[in-house]
């Protein structure tokens, strides 16, 4: 089942069993309301489950999958967790240190750095701090700068 929101965005759920046509756009309509309504206040949880949470008690129709703009988010988070995780093997082979090392001196396990170093492993705060402390560098917030696509 597709449904496009009001703000344009394509989000293609399934169902666990047929719906019959008659009731397609029904459903569809009712993802919409959700979707949006999502966006009212805030939640805290993501919008697919929102939507998913609310079609199956409120509608009772089973639903699955759900693919949209969140998976943007995602593959952007993904992104930035592999840039983390390059800064920081950069800078410790900038130091000379050996994982092992750098691990020892933060005070995590070096299968979380490894980890952490693939992108692979969502950092915490207090974990990425005591990593930058041991390389001698600092958290910082920089502007976003959108990469050009080649």
Known sequence: MEVFTTKGEKVVWSTFFPVPKEYQNYFASRMEFYYNDYYKEERAMSVGYW?????????????????????DENDLISRERIRI??????????????????????????????RIEQGRY???????????????????????IEPKNS
């Open 51 to 71: 939507v998913w949470l609310r079609m199956n008690y409120d509608e009772r129709l089973g639903i699955h999958g759900g693919a949209g703009p969140w998976d």
């Open 85 to 114: 995780g390059l800064r920081i093997r950069e800078l410790r082979k900038k130091k000379n240190f050996e994982a092992k090392k750098l691990a020892k001196v933060a005070d995590i396990d070096p299968a979380n750095l490894a």
């Open 122 to 144: 969502s950092v915490g705060v207090d974990v990425l701090y005591r990593i930058a402390v041991a390389l001698g560098a600092r958290i910082e917030m920089v502007d976003y």
